[in-house]
């Protein structure tokens, strides 16, 4: 089983619409879990960052964590055609260094 | 430059070749770290620098990889006699403390994209 499992996707959404793409980790003691963009040929920059069970809303994005399912999740409301990207999860599992990387959903929002 | 840089942004070797791979990360920042990407995949650890500690290594897939990491700044990548797997983008990034936080993320540079023929 992989520490961090992503939907490859593509998943495909219409402008205006709400993406949801999921992740699951195993590590049941990780403490704080980043969402990384990256468009295709470019590197990835960071966009949400959540620790705390609930949700966290910035902008047109909302983080969802449950530590108990060890799922986390990213909406993303009012797609638009430029954010279609490839969204990689991460996963602190001990609080310290070590940033343990989904394998991506690739996100296409058609016009 | 204000971001993490890399050299070169593309390579193509022949298999069998020694490659290096340099990073040149934010002023300031005392944590560098190498991933990996493989088509289609995810990012996988390679390698971590922090300060003057001794560099977790545990990611390195075999002894054909190695890295160092020169006055705290620049790193290098070197991969020995390269193999058609190891064709990939190298990825590096820094951050300016130990922990990875919100406040302290990681910063990637560009990649080198790195084709072994």
């Known amino acids: 089983q992989k520490e961090v499992e992503q939907n490859s996707g593509p998943l495909s959404v219409p402008e205006g619409a709400i993406a949801s793409l999921n992740c699951t980790y195993s590590d049941r003691g990780s403490q704080s879990f980043f969402w990384y963009r990256q468009y295709s040929g470019k590197s990835p920059e960071l966009i949400m960052f959540i620790y705390s069970n609930g949700d966290k809303e910035d902008g047109r994005f909302t983080a969802q964590l449950n530590k108990a399912s060890q799922y986390v999740s990213l909406l993303i409301r009012d797609s638009q055609p430029s954010d279609s990207a490839t969204y990689l999860c991460?996963?602190?599992?001990?609080?310290?260094?070590?940033?343990?990387f989904g394998s991506g959903t690739r996100l296409l929002v058609r016009p | 430059g204000a971001g993490v840089s890399q050299s070169p942004s593309n390579k193509v070797t022949e298999k069998g070749k020694d490659v290096e791979l340099r990073c040149d990360p934010i002023?300031?920042?005392?944590?560098l770290y190498w991933y990996r990407q493989s088509l289609g995949q995810g990012l996988e650890f390679l390698i971590y620098f922090q300060g003057n500690s001794a560099p977790d290594k545990s990611g390195l897939p075999s002894d054909r990889f190695s890295a160092e990491r020169t006055g705290g700044s620049v790193s290098t990548l070197t991969i020995q006699r390269t193999q058609q797997e190891d064709s990939a983008v190298y990825l590096c990034?820094?951050?300016?403390?130990?922990?990875?936080?919100?406040?302290?993320?990681?910063?990637f540079g560009n990649g080198t994209r790195l084709t072994v023929t």
């Open positions: 002023s300031g920042h005392t944590a």
């Open positions: 991460a996963v602190n599992p001990d609080s310290s260094y070590k940033l343990i």
């Open positions: 990034a820094s951050s300016p403390r130990y922990r990875v936080t919100y406040n302290s993320p990681l910063h």
